[in-house]
């Protein structure tokens, strides 16, 4: 997602020759604000007033005119093309962009993404919308782009159940649906997940599938969450040691045979079909050992005939037919008619 650009300029040039317009106190606390110094530490208000013996309001005082300052300055002027490109950057990554990835996608360097995230507050034409429980930090450079955007987010959220995973094709195809209008340059992948990676509200989780963040589907902490999202991906039946070393590979979490194994038969999400082999519950299996299932299928049909118990039960069960028949002879729990029809006792 975060391929290399290349600038006509270096952030910390211009940078510099923007705080020369200011008195050297306006530049220091400019710098240690925004993290321009030789160490990318931002100081906070208070601590810069501690500094100069000066209140923290009276720092936020000197930080505003300090920036409205270097606006009105020749520097500024001259740096005109400086921002335009960044604004071209901006738009061809999507127009709207949260601050980490915009960040990341100008430097994989912390003091570099100080330069530029000054530039970007610097810059009139950059607008940072705060983080709030719908979304991350953002900047945009279009208010009508960044409210449909928006809008489409949480359009989409509202679509989605607590506990549904999206795969990520689907997920996009359904946002493009909310956003018909968009201009056509936009409408790609990459932008598209650029835009739903700004919502706290949907998350992705590390299968590459995407729902409510709320989800544990989603947001997994557990092992029985990993267990759950690796058996759901394989899409069927699956010996806990597979699941154990899926969950390692794909969640980079060391998993011990036995724990998971503890772990699947504990959560009632999971189905023991067969010799260590589980399944998904919401797949529509049997609770129980062999005799239970038995027992629910003759509970659901009626009396059947031992070739229709064998073939209802093996969809049930990974087991043996002999597994089956051992069991439909335990006459504590079934019965055999005058028709060979089998019943519960």
């Known amino acids: 997602m975060n391929e290399k650009i290349t600038l006509s300029f270096k952030s910390k040039d211009v940078t510099k020759r923007l705080l020369s317009s200011l008195t050297k106190r306006s530049q220091d606390v400019l710098v240690s604000r925004y993290g321009l110094g030789t160490k990318a530490t931002k100081l906070t208000l208070d601590a810069i007033g501690k500094k100069y013996n000066i209140t923290r309001e009276r720092v936020r005082q000197i930080e505003n005119h300090s920036l409205a300052t270097i606006r009105k300055s020749k520097v500024y002027k001259d ?148 267990a759950f999202l690796v058996i759901r991906k394989h899409g069927s039946p699956i010996h ?57 299928i003759l509970e659901k049909e009626g009396p059947l005939l031992k070739d229709k118990i064998i073939e209802k039960a093996l969809k049930e069960r990974y087991v043996k037919e002999n597994t089956i028949l051992v069991n439909l002879q335990n006459p504590k729990y079934f019965k055999k008619d005058r028709d060979n029809r089998y019943h519960n006792v």
């Open 79 to 226: 740096s005109e093309p400086i921002f335009t490109e960044l604004k071209e950057l901006i738009l061809g990554l999507g127009g709207l962009v949260s601050e980490k990835d915009l960040l990341k996608h100008l430097s994989e360097d912390l003091n570099t993404q100080n330069h530029f995230h000054f530039l970007l507050v610097i810059g009139e034409e950059f607008t940072r919308e705060k983080e709030d429980e719908e979304f991350k930090h953002r900047w945009h450079v279009d208010a009508i782009l960044s409210d449909k955007i928006k809008t489409a987010l949480r359009k989409l959220y509202s679509k989605l159940s607590d506990d549904e995973l999206v795969v990520e094709s689907d997920l996009i195809g359904s946002f493009l649906e909310e956003v018909k209008d968009l201009n056509e340059k936009y409408k790609n992948d990459e932008v598209i997940k650029r835009w739903l990676s700004i919502s706290h509200k949907i998350g992705k989780n590390p299968l590459g599938e995407w729902g409510r963040s709320s989800s544990s589907n989603v947001n997994a902490k557990g092992m029985r969450d990993f």
């Open 240 to 296: 806990f040691k597979d699941v154990a070393k899926a969950i390692t590979q794909y969640f980079n979490k060391k998993a011990h045979v036995a724990t998971t194994h503890n772990e699947l038969i504990k959560d009632p999400r999971f189905v023991l079909v067969g010799r260590g082999l589980y399944a998904l519950s919401e797949w529509g299996y049997m609770s129980g050992v062999v005799k239970d299932v038995i027992r629910k």
